[in-house]
């Protein structure tokens, strides 16, 4: 709990859970919002900051992200990880269960609340695993892990290939009201994938992954949802196909949600050209057409969520030749930029929108405090400056991945002070 | 001194046609040195280079051993098995090591698409694509062109279709770009299984069966079929595939024309070629073999053009 006052002066706040969208101050008082809007004056002790020409918006929220820890701490660990975050003016993230050993019982839950209030920084959340191990087998204990502070189940990074498990997962999520995180690729199309299936797969000799195997996946699981009444929310969305699925299942009162990530707006498979392991991950880039198609699901809302899907991985295991390399790339501290670069200065999203995106709805839909500047809210708040260009150069990155594929690129838009709980807890050197 | 190559030779897809025209032209005079009594000139005295190969291969590692040895290089085989690859040290490291006891060229072999590439950024020694996974196997295109050349003079307008498991044959790219840069036309023919998806999108035209391949073709490279297609489920037996897909007598007798019959080796025999087209009087099988030695002695010796001290050596001449 925070001592002071913090003021956060003089930027436009855009709040679309308030509709505000106003030149004014913010006051945080006791980790929590105070006012948010008017004009009012310094009171005794506050600390102020003057955001003349930035946005404070609610904290941006990435509902998935891989911190590593435990077990790969060589790589990232939740500190490292919630400070990248913090450093991207992400004020919480949602941590996968895919650990060694896996996140999988209310101990290990546990565990990741212990580091990530350690860490002093971005918030923490963890995600529990579906299954035992992520083995595909036998059902985690969801209420013991939901007790314990989990706020999602999901096995992601593999598939959950028994539609009967699906099915029990997601009636038996409905007792804790949490969402099923669901990693779409049917496993048996996509074996030995390296990259997506189509011209440049074929004329560089790599295995393909087709848009099928998400979109089977994603409509199995949205009939499932159908079946069952559960919430399944769809993780990075890839393809065009998958976000006509999603429409149809939205159309249909189903309970399905669906999140994409900056790499998907951005990037094709071109960028496989030249064998570039910075552009390889699971899904993989797609085409211009499932680009555009995605952008589209993000602005009409069928798409209600930008995570990251940060997976950081070690410089050694990603100097290898393409097919050998691990999937994934880091995106905790260049998701803003992306999404403004490709989304908001073409004018697909108003920055509204995009705060809508990044901090109201994955509020709402994981079912966590913030997301809102309403009074009372938790006082998590990011303060960027949507027009302010810088180059990307991995080597300062607070996560420990240096696996981008934005290296070198002048992106616009940048996290200038991250507030956590009425503190700052990221303020731009 | 530059190599009219550049510094590596990773693929035929981003050759030009006349640097593929130079590699063949250089080819034609050097196979007379493998028909003397010493088969050996000067030209790579004192250069070394390193047949590093994580693949088992037969033919093509000798090949490009002969070339080596015909040219008076030094030579050093790596294969994995035995070697520190087998106790885990990374590519990079394998070459920095090898780099480091100062080499020449690098010949690799690996099973991945893309690993020539990946070696060729990280080391200054030549690089020699020696077949990188299911991408290219530049050296095997060229030698593949260069038989169809002395056959027909050139190969514009030409019809050559590439039979059976396009989708896993860094052979079939090879030859698809250097045979589209040379003005042939291309078709594949095989059970869609084993085609990529998007191989329309690469300019050739496909046959479902392989008798209208054969009614099309004026030569047929007909692909190694392996037999973990069969275990991965691409096809259901090699007895089928022989049924529906092989390259039989009875299937050319009915051909309009003659047909060139290539094959990259080894050959399944009786699944997908039968023995009397394989030793037939149009199988031109063996000529691809004796064309490699040439074709692989044309590529070092322009590329040793990019490296100064080999460059020097070469002043031995051809």
């Known amino acids: 709990m925070s001592a002071r006052d913090l003021l956060l002066k003089g ?46 918006s609610p904290g941006f929220i990435d509902v998935h992200c891989h911190l590593r820890e435990p077990g790969r701490e060589d790589v990232e660990t939740i500190a490292t990880g919630a400070r990248a975050a913090a450093a991207g003016g992400i004020t919480a993230v949602c941590a996968m269960p895919n650990t060694d050993p896996v996140t999988d019982n209310q101990a290990a839950v546990g565990f990741v609340l212990k580091q990530g209030r350690a860490a002093d920084s971005a918030r923490v959340y963890p995600i529990g695993a579906i299954s035992i191990g992520q083995n595909g087998e ?24 028994s539609s009967q498990l699906m099915r029990t997962a997601l009636e038996y999520a409905r007792a804790f009201n949490i969402p099923v995180a669901d990693h779409c690729e049917d496993p048996t199309l996509a074996a030995g994938g390296a990259m997506n299936e189509g011209i440049v797969s074929a004329r560089l000799g790599l295995r393909g992954i087709p848009a099928e195997a998400e979109e089977i ?38 309970r399905v949600t669906a999140e994409a990530c900056p790499h998907h707006l951005s990037l094709t498979e071109d960028c496989v050209e030249g064998y570039d392991t910075h552009a390889k991950m699971n899904p993989p880039l797609r085409t211009m057409a499932d680009v555009e198609a995605v952008r589209e699901g993000v602005r009409d809302g069928t798409i209600d969520v930008l995570a990251t899907d940060h997976a950081p991985h070690h410089n050694d295991e990603k100097a290898r030749a393409f097919a050998d390399a691990p999937n994934g790339i880091v995106g905790l501290e260049t998701a803003l930029a992306v999404n403004i670069t490709w989304l908001v200065k073409p004018g697909i999203l108003s920055l509204a929108t995009l705060i809508e995106r990044m901090s109201c709805a994955p509020a709402k839909l994981f079912g966590l405090p913030g ?55 990221y303020r731009e050197a | 001194m530059t190599s009219p190559l550049g510094k590596d030779l990773l693929g035929l897809e981003k050759l030009t046609a006349e640097q593929i025209g130079l590699i063949l032209d250089t080819a034609e005079p050097l196979k007379e040195i493998s028909e003397r009594t010493i088969k050996k000139v000067p030209t790579l005295r004192g250069a070394t280079i390193v047949n590093l190969f994580f693949e088992a291969s037969t033919r093509t590692r000798i090949s490009f051993e002969f070339a080596e040895k015909r040219m008076s290089a030094d030579t050093v085989n790596v294969a994995s098995a035995g070697s520190s690859i087998s106790k885990g040290e990374t590519l990079v490291d394998t070459a920095r090591n090898l780099e480091a006891m100062k080499i020449d060229m690098v010949v690799i072999r690996h099973n991945s698409s893309g690993a020539a590439q990946f070696l060729a950024e990280r080391i200054e020694s030549n690089v020699i694509n020696a077949g990188d996974g299911t991408h290219e196997h530049p050296t095997q295109g ?19 279709c590439i039979c059976g498991d396009v989708l896993h044959s860094r052979v079939a790219r090879s030859n698809i770009w250097g045979l589209q840069k040379l003005g042939a036309e291309v078709a594949v023919c095989g059970p869609r299984s084993l085609l990529p998806s998007a191989i329309g999108e690469m300019g ?20 190694r079929l392996q037999l973990e297609r069969m275990e991965g489920g691409y096809i259901p037996s090699l007895r089928e595939y022989n049924r529906v897909f ?73």
């Open chain 1, 138 to 161: 036998r059902l985690a204990e969801f209420g013991e892990m939901v007790g314990a502070g989990a706020v999602a189940v999901s096995d992601d990074g593999k598939p959950v290939v």
């Open chain 1, 217 to 254: 996946m994603a409509i199995r699981d949205i009939l499932l949802a159908r079946l069952t009444g559960g919430h399944v929310h769809l993780c990075h969305m890839s393809t065009k196909g998958s976000i006509e699925l999603i429409r149809w299942g939205k159309e249909r009162g189903i």
């Open chain 1, 11 to 56: 930027g436009q706040i855009i709040d679309p859970s308030t509709g505000l969208n106003t030149i004014g101050d913010l006051l945080l008082r006791d980790g929590k919002v105070e006012s948010a809007g008017d004009r009012i004056g310094t009171p005794d002790g506050a600390e102020v900051i003057d955001c003349t020409g930035l946005v404070v």
């Open chain 1, 371 to 425: 997301g809102s500047l309403a009074r009372g809210t938790l006082g998590d708040v990011t303060v960027f400056d949507p027009t302010r260009s810088w180059k990307v150069d991995p080597v300062g990155f607070r996560t420990k991945g240096r696996n981008t594929p934005y290296g070198g690129q002048t992106l616009t838009g940048r996290a200038v002070c991250t507030v956590v709980g009425g503190r700052v807890v």
């Open chain 2, 142 to 160: 060229l030698l593949d062109l260069l038989t169809l050349r002395q056959r027909w003079g050139s190969l514009k307008g030409r019809k050559v």
């Open chain 2, 204 to 223: 050739v035209t496909v046959f479902d069966r392989i008798e209208q391949a054969i009614e099309w073709a004026d030569a047929l490279n007909v692909l």
């Open chain 2, 246 to 318: 092989g390259v039989t007598r009875e299937r050319l007798d009915r051909a309009p024309k003659d047909i060139l019959i290539m094959h990259p080796g080894p050959m399944n025999r009786g699944v997908e070629i039968d023995s009397d087209v394989a030793d037939g009087p149009h199988s031109v099988i063996l000529d691809q073999v004796t064309n490699g030695v040439a074709v692989r002695m044309a590529v070092l010796y322009l590329l040793a053009g990019n490296s100064p001290r080999l460059a020097e050596a070469a002043k031995g001449g051809v």
